[in-house]
C-alpha cells in the first residue's frame, strides 16, 4: 500500500477506523464514539472508498483487517497523536483545566511508564494535582473511588470506558542458582511461582511448557514474584519487558504473548465531559505508545 501522508487524512474516519480496530465490532465503536453501529460501518465503507483499498474483511465474526489496513495503522495514530497534542495545548489555555485527579494503576505500570512522564504534565498544568494509587484491586469507577485505571487483564465491562493501550510479552524466568541446582523437568526438583488474584485466586498459565511443575508458591504483584524468583523459590511467568533486565534472572523459554495480558485504560462514562481527565488520559496514552514495541517485543 502507498505511504498515506498523515496530513491528507481526516480526523473522523481516523477515529472510527482506530475506534472499530480497539472495540473490536461496530457496535463497540459506535457505543464508544457516542454513534450507531450502521453508522460506523457506513463511515468505514465511505473511508475505503476514498482510500481505494479494502481496509477490513466483512466476516460472520465480524471485521478483520486486511494487509491494506494493517498498513494504515501507523498513519491513523500519527494523526491521532498529533490532534491530540494539539487538543491538550488548546485545553491548557482554559483556566478551568485544574482539579484533583484520581488514577489507580499496577506498580509496574505506574513506576516504569507513569511517573517518569508525570512530572512533564504537571509542568504543562499547574494547577492540576494527581492523586496515584498503586493496587491491583477494583477500585469503583462509578463511585468516584478513582477517576481513572489501568489495569492488567482481559477486556473489562461493557458499562466502562475501555481503552487497550499495549499487550504483553511474557516468558518464564528464575534465578541462575535455582537453573543450575533444579532438574527443570522434575516435578519432584523443581516448582512454580504464580500471581494470585485477590478477587479470583490463583493465575495459571497451560500454554507454559513448565505447567507439569507443582505451584509452591503465589504472590499478588509481578513485583513480589519478581523479588521470589531472585530469591531462588522457583519458576515464574513474568513481562519480559521488566525481568529481561534483571542480571539474577535467566529467561528459560521464548517471549510469548497470552491472553489476559493487556493494558486497559479505563474510565467512567460520566467523565466525557471532564477537560482534565480527557486530556490526561491522552497523556497516559502516548506515555504507554513511547514504549509499545518494548512491552509487546516477542523477539
Not at 22 to 40: N, Q
Not at 248 to 271: A, F
Request: charged share 25%; aromatic share 6%.
Amino acid at each position: 500500500m502507498a505511504r498515506i501522508e498523515v496530513q491528507n487524512m481526516d480526523w473522523n474516519d481516523v477515529q472510527i477506523f482506530l475506534a472499530l480496530i480497539r472495540a473490536g465490532s461496530v457496535r463497540g465503536a459506535g457505543k464508544e464514539l457516542s454513534i450507531s453501529h450502521a453508522t460506523v460501518a457506513r463511515r468505514i465503507e465511505a473511508f475505503e472508498k476514498r482510500l481505494g483499498v479494502s481496509l477490513f474483511n466483512r466476516l460472520n465474526t465480524g471485521y478483520e483487517l486486511t494487509k491494506a489496513g494493517e498498513d494504515l495503522i501507523g498513519a491513523a495514530e500519527n494523526v491521532e497523536s498529533e490532534l491530540h497534542s494539539i487538543q491538550r495545548k488548546l485545553v491548557g489555555q482554559d483556566k478551568k483545566l485544574a482539579g484533583t485527579i484520581r488514577v489507580t494503576a499496577t506498580e509496574l505500570i505506574s513506576s516504569h511508564f507513569l511517573i517518569p512522564e508525570l512530572a512533564n504534565f504537571m509542568a504543562m498544568y499547574p494547577h492540576t494535582k494527581v492523586e496515584m494509587i498503586e493496587t491491583y484491586l477494583t477500585l469503583d469507577l462509578t463511585r468516584r473511588e478513582a477517576d481513572i485505571a489501568l489495569r492488567i487483564g482481559r477486556k473489562p465491562p461493557d458499562n466502562l470506558i475501555a481503552r487497550s493501550l499495549a499487550a504483553i510479552s511474557v516468558a518464564e524466568y528464575a534465578s541462575k542458582s535455582y537453573v543450575e541446582s533444579h532438574d527443570m523437568d522434575d516435578p519432584m526438583s523443581a516448582s512454580l511461582i504464580s500471581r494470585v488474584d485477590m478477587e479470583s485466586g490463583p493465575i495459571n498459565y497451560n500454554n507454559s511448557q513448565f505447567k507439569k511443575l507443582p505451584i509452591r508458591g503465589s504472590f499478588s504483584t509481578f513485583r513480589l514474584q519478581i523479588e521470589a524468583a531472585k530469591h531462588h523459590v522457583g519458576i515464574a511467568t513474568l513481562p519480559c519487558f521488566v525481568a529481561d533486565k534483571e542480571a539474577d534472572l535467566v529467561r528459560l523459554s521464548d517471549k510469548r504473548l497470552v491472553e489476559g495480558h493487556q493494558i486497559w485504560l479505563l474510565r467512567h462514562p460520566d467523565t466525557r465531559a471532564t477537560s482534565r481527565l480527557r486530556v490526561f488520559s491522552e497523556f497516559i496514552v502516548e506515555a504507554i505508545n513511547k514504549h509499545k514495541h518494548e512491552l509487546e517485543s516477542i523477539e
